[in-house]
């Protein structure tokens, strides 16, 4: 296929950013923008060596280098933030001048330069804790942490910029992405590769709480095509991208020691604030409106990433 899209990822470097910017440069041209601060170079370093993507290293709230690159381009996919709950609780202001200000510039930036569409990350955390389950797209946004007010404040940015200016926007509410060039380093690192780490480690994983809080995974290659798909066709708003399946945290950990041949005992330590403790979503609105359809359950994507690493 020829390249017949010029599209920007901003936060191209990172986990989620990088695997999407592999996958649209098979057939695109790929323009990543990442500062690094959680991104890292080797995620792409292939892409960049054999010419499949250019890079640019910078950062989102410089807004000469936005209106520069975003001339003459057909579409963002906005992934950069600084990712984590905790990260958020520990400097909330650090976490609102990359994702509130940030996204902003972002979609300022789009605006100016006459792009057609920015589809964008948001979060499951918008939703805290609701009582009802599974969690769908009419639901009252109850944020719980900075991490998840900054989500939440950037659809609303991306709304408005609908409606006053027509620029088409979607944002996408990733619940626990995990897979392949995920960072098991960071002391804010995901409960899946914090897991396989340890395991395979031969250390006992560790767990907040009781175990028993739930969660809605979604393999990386779902959350791929739900991107491409949204930038694709018409659709705008908010949309779920999960699997539509929950599993409690202790299942987990128990799945991954099946998967490796190992039987570790959890150890329990204090839960964490601004953690939700159930979550699950529906995904009816995403497969309406673009069709999405999730290709990879939980197993799968654990198989994948496991052998990744």
Not at 153 to 178: H, I, K, P, W
Request: a negative charge; glycine letters at 6%.
């Amino acid at each position: 296929m020829g390249h017949n899209m010029r599209y920007i990822v901003t936060g191209g470097a990172g986990f989620i950013g990088s695997n999407l910017s592999e996958e649209l440069s098979q057939s695109h041209e790929v323009i990543i923008i990442d500062n690094l601060s959680t991104g890292r170079l080797e995620n792409i370093q292939s892409l960049v060596e054999k010419g499949d993507v250019a890079f640019v290293q910078g950062d989102i709230n410089d807004t000469a280098l936005l209106k520069d690159l975003f001339q003459d381009s057909d579409g963002i996919f906005h992934q950069a933030a600084l990712p984590s709950v905790q990260r958020s609780v520990k400097n909330p202001m650090a976490t609102h001048e990359a994702n509130v200000t940030g996204t902003l510039n972002v979609l300022i930036a789009a605006h100016d330069c006459g792009v057609k569409k920015v589809v964008m990350a948001s979060s499951s955390s918008v939703y805290g804790n609701t009582p009802t389950l599974p969690k769908h797209e009419e639901m009252i946004p109850r944020p719980l942490s900075p991490y998840a007010v900054s989500k939440i404040a950037d659809e609303y940015y991306a709304s408005v910029f609908s409606d006053l200016f027509g620029l088409q926007t979607v944002c996408l509410r990733y619940f626990n992405v995990f897979g392949p060039r995920q960072d098991q380093n960071s002391q804010y690192a995901a409960v899946i590769p914090n897991f396989v780490k340890r395991i395979l480690n031969d250390e006992p994983p560790i767990i907040y709480g009781d175990g028993k809080q739930t969660r809605d995974f979604t393999y990386i290659k779902n959350v791929v095509q739900a991107n491409i798909r949204a930038m694709e066709r018409e659709a705008q708003g908010a949309f779920n991208i999960a699997c539509g399946d929950q599993i409690d945290l202790l299942m987990l950990a128990r799945t991954i020691m099946e998967i490796v041949g190992k039987d570790l005992e959890p150890v329990h330590e204090a839960p964490r604030p601004g953690d939700v403790r159930d979550s699950l979503a529906n995904i009816a609105r995403a497969q309406a409106a673009f069709r999405y359809a999730p290709e990879y359950d939980l197993r799968s994507g654990l198989m994948e990433t496991i052998a990744w690493f």
